[in-house]
């Protein structure tokens, strides 16, 4: 992952070109400029110096002192430098802060670089998954509705999130959450999003039941993926109705829960489903009959129930990626 991005049209950024504006710009001083900065951008990256470039590493990349007095001028003219102070081993000292523009420059900070090793850090922790999915199931904290871990692309992808952004993770911070909901959540710049109780009663597909089960904690399966002769059979009539509800997509309806997380497939035992109704908030799912909402089989789409049955029970370990979004 690059520390440092330059913007694609950085070559020709206002602040480039002023340099080109410095009354005694010469035919070198652009490129130079922009050269030397750069250089110490990348510098100041490497270290995690957010955007600060030392005195000894602008000296360094300038090439003489001549040359880095003249950058130094044309770089603060320009608008790329400005002065400031850092304290280093308890002593202030001179040094330059780099314009913060993602036009020109973008720097991931030391932060940011430590959130995204700490994110990575906690979903491969098992001292949180493990409990997280046996108390959460495969139903996302926030919608409602069932997460594919098979899936990393679609929005009902299952994923993990950081109830406190920023802070590492606890079971109690942890949640499920399908990536509609994380991608959405993480754009929110008021984070108003909250959770839902946790279920009562989890829903736990065969990849979780397989997930836990290697982590010895074993658990029952409450719901496969749907199987094409028991779509035939149970209230067939519900079925065509599921076939228009889908493609409204996962992260529009936090009422969703009551359709779509009973869909994966749940085949074997809707009931579980229904049994969420306990003032879990994810009780609101409608007790329609395990084969609704399927006809997806995983892949988004509806409507297709009367291929399903031409479809190998295998296939409900290889899903797969949902054609339409919205629906899963
Ligand atoms: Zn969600």
């Known amino acids: 992952m690059p520390w440092l991005k330059e913007g694609d049209a950085a070559a020709n950024h206002p602040i480039v070109l002023s340099a080109l504006e410095m009354e005694d710009a010469d035919d070198r001083i652009l490129n130079e400029c922009f050269g030397w900065v ?9 270290y995690e110096k957010d955007y600060i470039i030392t005195i000894g590493t ?21 608008g790329y430098l400005t002065d400031t102070e850092i304290i280093v081993d308890g002593e202030v000292r001179q040094a330059f802060k780099l314009v913060e523009d993602n036009d020109l420059f973008h720097m991931i900070l030391k932060d940011e670089r430590a959130w995204t090793n ?46 406190n952004p920023g ?5 109690e911070t942890y949640v499920v959450c399908c990536k509609a909901c994380n991608g959405q959540r993480a754009d929110d710049p008021d984070s108003t999003w909250e959770t839902l109780p946790a279920p009562t009663e989890p829903l736990y597909g065969p990849q979780t039941v397989e997930f836990l089960a290697n982590h010895d904690v074993i658990v029952t399966p409450t719901y496969t993926r749907p199987e094409p002769q028991v779509k035939a059979e149970d209230t067939p009539p ?3 109705p599921t076939s228009a509800a889908p493609g409204k997509g996962e992260a529009t309806a936090p009422t969703g829960p009551s359709s779509d997380s009973a869909d994966p497939g749940a085949t074997a035992s809707p009931a579980h489903d229904l049994g969420r109704s306990s003032g879990t908030g994810l009780g609101h799912r409608s007790p329609r009959p395990s084969h609704v909402g399927t006809g997806r089989d995983g892949t988004g789409q509806v409507g297709k129930g009367a291929q399903l049955p031409t479809q190998p029970p295998k296939n409900k370990s290889k899903r797969r990626r949902p054609r339409s979004r919205g629906r899963n």
């Open 118 to 163: 700490q994110r990575k850090k906690d979903q491969r922790n098992p001292e949180l998954t493990v409990p997280v999915r046996h108390r959460d199931g495969d139903a996302c904290r926030y919608c409602g509705k069932t997460v594919n871990w098979s899936d990393r692309v679609s929005g009902r992808a299952g994923s993990y999130d950081h109830t």
């Open 38 to 46: 750069n250089r110490c951008a990348t510098q100041s990256a490497a």
């Open 167 to 171: 802070r590492k993770a606890t079971v």
């Open 238 to 240: 519900v079925e065509q």
């Open 58 to 78: 602008a000296r360094q990349m300038a090439g003489s002192i001549t040359r880095y007095h003249a950058l130094v001028k044309a770089a603060k003219f320009c």
